[in-house]
Antibody, heavy 114, light 107 residues
Framework: EVELVESGGGLAQPGGSLRLSCEAP????????MNWVRQAPGKGLEWVAT????????FYVDSVKGRFTISRDDAKNSLCLQMNSLRVDDTAVYYC???????WGQGTLVTVSS | DIQMTQSPSAMSASVGDRVTITCRAS??????LAWFQHKPGKVPKRLIY???SLQSGVPSRFSGSGSGTEFTLTISSLQPEDFATYYC?????????FGQGTKVEIK
């Protein structure tokens, strides 16, 4: 049973932008902290960003601070990751995760290349 | 940042073997630790959360233990479907940090 569905990945040039979305067709977002986690090719898992239930607290890994923005729209049951000033080393599969990894989306591939 | 050091980084094992993976934190994390299994092309699956509590639906051959800075994931009798990469995650303090992973391969 699919709980989380990501979209928005693709190819971007260095310095470009992408907006990832994560939707939950079958449960209400509003009760959960939500996270983005990524895995670069051949590498391990890396936590990227967290947002609390009401969006008042946001945390980022240092390497994306000032470039990525996490947001949520509970009315639409949607989580977003706005990625600006993309770098080659942002290339990865990006997953959204409910809480501390209880459920994960299927992942969306972001490729940053010229 | 809290560093999570997993060992070993890779291992070969046979079906039926007992497998132990260790994760050491650079500072105490109050048992705020989870273990994940990740297979190629699949979504990570949480096995243990927190520290020693088995996730619902996960086979009882998986167990977690430890406290403070040292934690262990044990597979009591390795099954063919258990060949995968395993990660620990500390969520005691931001930024949350994963261990580098332990790849369990078939001997």
């Amino acid at each position: 049973e699919v709980e989380l569905v990501e979209s928005g990945g693709g190819l971007a040039q260095p310095g470009g932008s992408l907006r990832l979305s994560c939707e939950a067709p079958r449960f209400s977002f509003s009760n959960y902290w939500m996270n983005w986690v990524r895995q670069a090719p051949g590498k391990g898992l890396e936590w990227v960003a967290t947002i609390n239930q009401d969006g008042s607290e946001k945390f980022y890994v240092d390497s994306v601070k000032g470039r990525f923005t996490i947001s949520r729209d509970d009315a639409k049951n949607s989580l977003c990751l706005q990625m600006n000033s993309l770098r080659v080393d942002d290339t990865a599969v990006y997953y959204c995760a409910k809480g501390w990894g209880r459920d994960w989306g299927q992942g969306t591939l972001v490729t940053v290349s010229s | 940042d809290i560093q999570m050091t997993q060992s070993p980084s890779a291992m070969s094992a046979s079906v039926g073997d007992r497998v132990t993976i260790t994760c050491r934190a650079s500072q105490a994390i109050n048992n705020y630790l989870a273990w994940f299994q990740h297979k190629p092309g699949k979504v990570p699956k949480r096995l243990i959360y927190p520290a020693s509590s088995l996730q619902s639906g996960v086979p009882s051959r998986f167990s977690g233990s430890g406290s403070g800075t040292e934690f262990t994931l044990t597979i009591s009798s390795l099954q063919p479907e258990d060949f995968a990469t395993y990660y620990c995650l500390q969520y005691n303090r931001y930024p949350p940090t994963f261990g580098q992973g332990t790849k369990v391969e078939i001997k």
